[in-house]
């Protein structure tokens, strides 16, 4: 047959473009680009989408590292998992049927309809039950604990939760309002986190810090006009800090409540911080102090 011929032709191009759109979607699939928005098909998909209407008792959690943690947690009570072949094989979970839950096969493109075009799922998409309600009196033995203080951005809150477990602290408080619910925007922003930190929403902050109070805990509330620096704030065997939101900072009955407010003193001519930055530095310093 001649080289020339031009339905060999067709034919090479098409099977280049088919590996072409399957190396996109392995790449799509491990976090290296979003799908694409450039293009008016591609705009309209996105300003078509809208998010699913969740039931209170439903949470839909993505993302390699935080599905595999979910998966790790015996806590989670896991309904279906929906993935791609690619991102099975990275989950390394063993063989479907032997899996305690039900998978569904499904493409990139299928999780793009849920989640949304902007949503890094890398493949993969866990629907759970929210993880089972933690209580105050559990964090008795905790030397260190993180209180927020209304800080709403879910991002936010998932990168303060991963320090908080790499600085092995007992817990993660907020209120029930003004504060982001278990969700798939905070578990993929705290990549596997929130599965290993209890997330405890309460209803009323000032009351639950005068609980804490109770258990033997000193709450330093972080403020950027407090009247002393952080680490000679410090005191007893037990530290709750206290961030508020960006911007507004702690609410006045918290300031109030708290048993000391603290100032992170920076010599650099931008004096504060993005709240999770903070958070981690100010988990530093108390982990200096406790020495635990």
């Known amino acids: 047959m001649s080289k020339d011929n031009p339905g060999d032709k067709s034919a090479k191009d098409t099977h280049y473009a088919t590996l072409r759109r399957a190396h996109r979607d392995a790449k799509r699939e491990r976090g290296e680009i979003p799908t694409p928005t450039q293009d008016r098909r591609s705009k309209k998909s996105k300003d078509d989408w809208k998010a699913p209407q969740l039931q209170p008792d439903q949470v839909l959690l993505y993302g390699l590292h935080t599905v595999r943690a979910a998966l790790d947690n015996p806590e989670r009570q896991i309904i279906k998992l929906s993935v791609t072949q690619n991102a099975l094989q990275r989950l390394e979970i063993g063989p479907v049927d032997e899996l305690r839950f039900p998978v569904e096969m499904v493409s990139p493109q299928d999780l793009d309809k849920i989640l949304g075009p902007d949503a890094i799922h890398q493949g993969v998409m866990l629907e759970t039950r929210p993880l089972p309600v933690r209580r105050l009196s559990v964090l008795q033995d905790s030397p260190l604990i993180l209180v927020l203080d209304q800080v709403t951005d879910p991002h936010n809150v998932g990168a303060i939760m991963r320090s908080a477990v790499a600085f092995n602290a007992g817990a993660l408080i907020t209120t029930m ?3 982001p619910t278990e969700s798939g925007v905070l578990a993929k922003s705290a990549s596997g ?7 405890i929403q309460i209803t009323n902050l000032a009351d639950a810090l005068e609980e804490l109070h109770k258990l033997g805990f000193t709450s330093v509330g972080l403020d950027s006009e407090g009247p002393a620096p952080l680490e000679s704030t410090f005191s007893g065997t037990k ?29 650099g001519a931008i004096k504060s911080l993005n709240v999770s930055n903070a958070a981690a530095i100010a988990m530093y310093a108390a982990r200096s102090y406790l020495k635990v």
């Open 177 to 179: 309002r003004h504060s």
């Open 239 to 267: 530290i709750a800090l206290v961030l508020g939101s960006e911007g507004k900072g702690l609410r006045q009955k918290t300031r109030a409540t708290v048993s000391a407010l603290a100032r992170l003193d920076m010599p």
């Open 193 to 199: 986190a929130l599965e290993m930190i209890p997330y």
